[in-house]
């Protein structure tokens, strides 16, 4: 251990350079036991596609389909039906539906709109570009789902609120405007679909919108700061905004947004030669795969001619991400438009509280 590295996986989410740290845990053992925080770390590309790729390593513990937090309530009726959370049938066929629906978006269309909506919404300010890096996403996706314009601020605000019943970090009021926001958004689908639809398929809906939030401001978020960090970057893309998606690219790899996903064995398992008990967690940590020597050659540099190896920070296996293209797509739209204001924002961050996402938080001033 080094003096700067983070205490430990969950802690270098949201550490400032957390990423010397990802390469060592990459070059370490596939699987190993941490006693600090009392589960498995799966790192590296190979740890983490075995953990992903192992049947009987499950999306939750078994017999706690729903946080106990959540059992019986709004949130929690949405939560059991995600295709993110289940296994087996109740998840193949969503997914599937899922993965037919998001292949057959219009990538180019989707990448005209989202430069329409940031072009009329470029942040003045480093709070602007904080709230927008959540919002615009979340207005491209209304879009697609076929909401009006006028109902994309009000969707996005309930979205934003019911993703705090997600982390284990929210507080008694943040889960409360959860709750709230999940009936809303309930009642706004059904008001949308016009027709009775089964409870799986409105949450899986509520899911895309989920699945956007948090995820696609931070890879907003990072891609500002890689920006930022490469000053010739910014004139290198107006030049050649083909660049753009090469860009996002590099963003999801070199300083991803999602760093862990986590495993439950629902048996005995035994993976890389470890007999593992039933019961235990897995932290997946995605971002050591990201940065693992193997996969990537000299992976701590942000480079954007990268040979094209499937990004870790979206999973890998049954439930891989299936928003990937639109994410990608929403973010080099916005970074598009907004590119010229950043470059010469000032601003400062830090990084919001969580155990999995890395988002930064944007306030005015300069790194000094
Ligand atoms: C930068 C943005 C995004 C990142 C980094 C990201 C990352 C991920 C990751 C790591 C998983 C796998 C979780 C696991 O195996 O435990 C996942 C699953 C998923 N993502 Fe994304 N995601 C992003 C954006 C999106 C978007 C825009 C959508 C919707 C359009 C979406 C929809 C989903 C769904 C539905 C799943 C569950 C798939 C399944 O379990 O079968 N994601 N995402």
Redesign the pocket.
Known sequence: MYLDDPVHALAAVTHAAPYDYYRRLAAGPPLSFDARLNCWLATGVAGVQAV?EHADCR?RPTGMAVPENLVGTSCGAIFAE?????EGAR?TVP?QV?ARV?GQVDLVRLHQSTLQIAHDHIPGNAVDLHNAMFEL?LFA?AGLLGFAPAQWPQLAAWTRDFVACLSPLSNSDQLAGAQLAAASLLQRFQLLLREPVPDSLLA?LI??LS??CE??A??VGNAVLALRAHGVLCAQLSADPALWPAMLREV?RHD???HN???YTACPVEIGGLALPAGQMIL?V?ASACHDAAAYAEPGRFMLQRPLVPVP????????????Q???T??AACMQAWCETLAAMPLRWSYQPSLNARIPVFMPGDVS
Not at 313 to 324: E, I, K, M, N, T
Request: aromatic share 2%; hydrophobic share 40%.
């Open positions: 992903l999306v995600l295709v993110r959370m289940n998840h997914k899922l998001l996403p996706m899986n899911g895309l699945q956007t995820a696609t931070g890879l999801s991803p947004s999602i996903t986590r495993r997946v995605l920070g979206y999973g890998h296996g049954r439930h891989a991400c299936p928003g990937q639109l994410a990608q929403m973010a």
